[in-house]
């Protein structure tokens, strides 16, 4: 049965392809949003208040003249950047003891699943406005905690592939042989694992992205007049009978952005595959009498 | 519950390259907790092959992981080489199994083969956690391995799924053989294999034994196939070593009623067998023939595990009986091994007769069975 | 490992392994083709093609079993066996397609039967038993609801007959406390206590006919014995008819009363079970008599068969055994082989073996 794994499978949803494409506008926008943006972020305009998406302005003005195009553009890479800079720190924290608990003991799993679950009964944005107001208000700092908060799911689903693929009969095998922990999880057990991790990295961006523009909404983090997709989104609010079309704007990039990195989680998880061979169906014993290689794919469906 | 200690099977002088002693096994915990192993005596020479028979629950897979160190007996020891390999933990039992003395095949090569490696690194993961790191030393072994099974290197690229059924099993056994074993277990090898493929492996397994002097242990459910390749057989039932002794002589004269239904059981071309299975095994209208306190103790947990199937079991099979000698280097675990056959000889005779009567009468005489 | 009886001319030679059984006696004549008009279940001709018609992987297949018959079908996994008594049972998998042939049950035919004609036969007329029991039965339900949720459904009976029936059908198949086994769900009961559960929903209907595919291959050794027992015992007390699936010739030759033997979707050889095993005539019925275990319990050379079955559905003129036999000759190779009858109602599609069977009539009269 041709199990299909890896990048070049995925690409073959359309729902993939799509995704792919905005993710990769968007980052090229972190890289260089600053210079490609057509006009200053910050000039201020005050002859060209609220004025709709036109010739000058592709996507209009704010309520301080500014471009909204160029600000978008230039606020992707702080928001971006410190969605994976939260996403880093989950990562880290949560996927390595993920896979270590596993291979530790009774006890620490214990430990390590209770820690997981008082972590996952905190709420984000407190700890976020305690950070700053400890730590000075800074988007860096403001998303330390977030990803401390992103760690108990890296740490849960890791944890469940990982026992998954620990109870397989060939580390068995390779622990007969005098295979240490370490052996099993670098030979056998990583590289089954890195697809889930991907998986929900990806998720985890996204859920980040949101947290991030959330925080900016309300202003966590912020430091004006720098432009960030929530804050944008803030001050289209507050000015929303002068400007009723204005929230959509950051709003549809915000939601945009959020969905492709969904749907490419979705589609990487998909397109996985069976983990292991024995996970097809079929009759238990399955007799073949060829010495030589036979064309099980076809047999199967005949016998 | 100790059993008393059973007459040596091996002479002094043969020091037994692995010996089993009073094992006990319990697995779960809590209420959950079952004796899958009691008391069980086992010993194994350097060069035998030892077919070790059991059905579902008789323990034979819980013996084979014990004896491997994945689970740890209650009670009892393992002695591999000399040392007491139960007793070891961790880094200890890590390099014991470094060594690659002792190996285990696994009956499903889909499960215990990762799908993720070639048959290279595959074959070669025990080489390399032996600690060797020249990289053509490594291959060198693992074509060498490949060879004594029969395989060429043309597999090595290859995952467990782009070869057969028949070739994942012996790569499964190219690997045991890479450390250069002194005794391999083999956890029912050929199960999932047709007739013919099953025979070429066993056929390989003796080969084996002849030219690298290995000792084997094959564990089966299946006594026809040990039969053609076995020297000795050891009959397991429910935890406890019910039969052992030398395959021919097993066969031509079974000490255990156990041993005799299993032979009876075997489908066969001809059909010739003297017993069959229904006369070796009690049935529910002869059981109510009981008196109750008779069967109540046959029942009890105290009872020859044997006894609530047995079709000869008496006031004496309300113990259960220890694993004593009957023959040389044969041992039986029943207290009436020398008069059950002459029993059920006796009662066939009658049933035939009885038979013939009904027969005229058009009525089967079977009973029920659990 | 080679096959040194087809060597020999006289072919018509007892089994080695059967030498010392009292030879039959005499040769009758040459029986009639097999068809019969009493055939419960007959197929004729069958042509299965696979994967939406890629390639035929049962060819030409005819048999026939009569009522009360136990007929054995054995081959390896590929050679079709499982494929044709699923085309009987009308459960093909997707992309499997009736080519050409005829199946007919009580002289219905059954390839354009409508599926209420099939709700009609299953059960009431074929049952079937598979590999897995545990994999047929709902885990969360009692075994005991299962089998009276047949009864309701298919003969409408009450809840209390059902019920009644139900433990009266346990009772018939061996079960032991069949009222305390009513309730037990199916985790709690062993393989082979399952397999006589899923025989009791089979027969429940009282069918004519029981498809038995690779019924007790996955059984221990003992229980496969008691469940090839309670077989037989059907057919004495009802006159149950059983097509019988097995790889296993061993198990085959212990329980059928005849057997057909298949190799690469074809049929070599069939023919009386205890004629088949005395006097196999085709090379490949000898190599599996070679291989199976034949209830010897002795130290032997352990046998093989070399070479591999051709690929499902690979067009081979001729034979399609040929490149595997030590005997094949150029006629082996030049056209379609078909099967001739040598015997009584044995019949064997080899060119060698017809020979050879012609040349041992004939040095016998």
Redesign the interface.
């Known amino acids: 049965m041709k199990r299909l794994i890896g990048p070049q499978s995925v690409l073959r949803l359309p729902s993939a392809r799509i995704a792919i494409v905005v993710l990769l506008g968007i980052a090229v926008l972190t890289a260089f949003g600053s210079t490609l943006a057509p006009q200053n972020p910050l000039t201020i305009n005050a002859n060209a208040l609220f004025q709709g998406p036109g010739a000058h302005h592709l996507l209009g003005t704010d309520y301080l003249g500014r471009d909204v195009l160029s600000r978008l553009m230039a606020g992707t890479r702080l928001s971006v950047l410190t969605a994976l800079e939260a996403v880093g720190i989950g990562l880290v924290l949560g996927t390595g003891p993920g896979i270590a608990t596993v291979f530790l003991g009774r006890w620490f799993d214990f430990a390590a699943n209770r820690v997981t679950d008082a972590l996952m009964t905190l709420p984000y944005i407190f700890f976020a406005v305690a950070v700053t107001a400890a730590l000075g208000n800074g988007l860096v700092q403001a998303m330390v905690p977030v990803g401390i908060l992103l760690a108990p799911f890296f740490f849960r689903i890791t944890r469940a592939a990982t026992l998954e693929h620990a109870r397989a009969q060939y580390v068995e095998a390779a622990e007969l042989m005098g295979a240490s922990k370490l052996h099993v999880v670098r030979v056998h057990v990583l590289r089954k694992v890195l697809p889930t991790i991907a998986v929900t990295t990806a998720s985890m961006t996204a859920a980040a992205l949101l947290a991030v523009s959330f925080l900016t909404f309300l202003g966590i983090g912020v430091q004006p007049p720098a432009p960030t997709w929530g804050g944008v989104l803030s001050s289209d609010l507050d000015y929303l009978a002068q400007a009723p079309w204005a929230p959509f704007i950051p709003g549809a990039l915000i939601a945009v952005t959020v969905g492709a990195l969904n749907a490419l989680a979705d589609a990487f998880r998909d397109r996985r595959g069976a983990g292991t061979l024995a996970a097809q169906p079929g009759p238990i014993i399955r007799t073949h009498s060829t010495l030589e290689p036979a064309d099980d794919d076809r047999q199967s469906q005949v016998a | 519950m100790t059993a008393p200690a059973p007459a040596p099977l091996i002479s002094p002088q043969d020091a037994p390259l692995l010996a089993v002693e009073s094992l006990d096994v319990i697995l779960g915990r809590g209420w959950r907790a079952t004796q899958v192993l009691s008391g069980v005596d086992l010993a194994i020479g350097p060069g035998e092959i030892v077919g070790l028979v059991g ?2 629950g008789s323990g034979k897979t819980t013996l084979a992981r014990t004896v ?3 689970v740890s007996p209650a009670g009892g020891r393992v002695v591999f080489e000399g040392t007491t390999i139960s007793a070891l933990r961790r880094g200890a039992r ?7 003395h002792l ?2 095949v ?1 009956q ?1 090569p ?8 070639t048959v290279a690194g595959i074959v070669g ?2 080489v390399r ?2 600690g060797e790191t020249d990289g053509s030393e490594i291959r060198r072994r693992v074509v060498a391995a490949l060879g004594q099974v029969g395989l060429d290197d043309s597999l090595l690229p290859r995952t ?8 994942r099993q012996r790569v499964a056994i190219a ?1 045991a053989l890479a ?1 250069e074993p002194r005794l391999l277990i083999c956890d029912e090898p050929v ?10 492996i ?2 390989l397994l ?1 080969q084996l034994r002849t030219s690298l002097g290995l000792s084997i242990v094959i564990i089966s ?5 040990l ?3 076995a020297d000795r057989i050891v009959v397991l039932y429910r935890g406890r070593i019910v039969e052992d002794g030398p ?2 002589q097993v ?1 031509a004269a079974p000490r255990h009623p156990y041993t005799a ?13 003297e017993l069959s ?2 006369q070796l095994t009690r049935t ?1 209208a002869e059981a109510v023939a009981l008196p109750e306190d008779l069967l109540a103790g046959l029942g009890g947990p105290d009872a020859c595990v044997f006894a609530p199937r047995c079709a000869f079991a008496a006031a004496p099979c309300a113990t259960q009986p220890p694993l004593v000698p009957a023959g040389e280097r044969r041992s039986v675990a029943c207290h009436r091994h020398d008069e059950w056959m002459t029993l059920a000889r006796e009662r066939a005779a009658a049933r035939t007769s009885d038979r013939n009567g009904d027969r005229s009468r058009g009525r ?1 005489t ?1 009973g ?3 | 490992m080679t096959i040194d009886n087809l060597k020999s001319p006289d072919l018509a030679a007892p089994h080695p392994a059967t030498a010392d059984r009292p030879a039959t006696a005499g040769r009758p004549a040459t029986a009639p083709s097999a068809a019969s008009t009493t055939d419960l279940l007959r197929l004729d001709d069958l042509h299965i093609s696979v994967h939406h018609g890629a390639a035929t992987a049962v060819r030409g297949i005819s048999l026939g079993v009569r009522p009360g018959e136990i007929v054995g079908l054995v081959g390896e996994s590929g050679s079709g066996k499982t494929l044709t008594c699923r085309a009987a049972l009308g459960v093909l998998p997707d992309g499997c397609i009736i080519d050409r042939g005829s199946i007919t049950f009580a002289g219905r035919d059954l390839t354009t039967l409508s599926r209420r004609g099939w709700e009609d036969v299953h059960g009431s007329h074929m049952g079937a038993v598979f590999q897995d029991p545990a994999s047929y039965l709902n885990p969360s339900i009692t075994v005991g609801h299962q089998l009276a949720e047949v009864l309701r459904v298919k003969l409408g009976l009450s809840r209390r007959a059902a019920r009644q029936r139900s433990v009266e059908l346990f009772t018939a198949v061996g079960l032991h406390q069949p009222e305390h086994v009513f309730h037990q769900i199916p985790a709690e009961l062993s393989g082979g206590m399952l397999q006589r559960v899923m025989i009791a929903i089979a027969i429940s209907c009282d069918p004519e006919l029981l498809v038995a595919d690779e019924a007790t291959t996955a059984l221990d050794v003992t229980i496969q014995a008691e469940v090839i027992e309670l077989l037989r015992r059907l057919r004495a007390e009802r006159g149950l008819a059983v097509l019988f699936v097995s790889h296993d010739l061993a198990v085959v030759a212990e329980l059928c009363d005849r057997v057909v033997v298949f190799y690469a979707g074809e049929v070599v050889e069939s023919g009386p079970a205890a004629e088949i095993i005395e006097r196999p005539r085709h090379p490949y019925t000898q190599a599996l008599l070679r291989v199976a275990s034949v209830g010897d319990f002795r130290r032997r050379e352990l046998e093989v068969i070399s070479g591999q079955p051709p690929q499902v559905g690979e067009d081979i003129t001729g034979c399609r055994f040929a490149a595997r036999c030590p005997a094949a000759a150029d006629a082996c190779r030049s056209g379609p082989i078909a099967p001739v009858t040598v015997d009584a109602q044995h019949e064997v599609r080899c060119v060698r073996a017809q020979e050879a069977w012609a040349a041992g009539e004939l040095a016998a009269r």
């Open positions: 059905e579902t491997a160190g994945l890590r390099a014991e199994r470094r060594r690659g190996q285990l696994f499903d889909l499960r215990s083969l990762d799908p993720d490696m993961e025990g956690l032996q467990p799924a782009q070869i057969s059924g028949g070739q690997r450390t199960s999932a294999l047709d007739a013919s493929n099953r025979n070429y066993l056929r003796d459910h299946d006594l026809s196939s039969a053609g390749i395959v021919d066969f239904l299993l032979m009876a059981s075997a489908p066969s071309v001809r059909h010739d067998r299975p229904q529910v089967t079977e029920q069975l659990a």
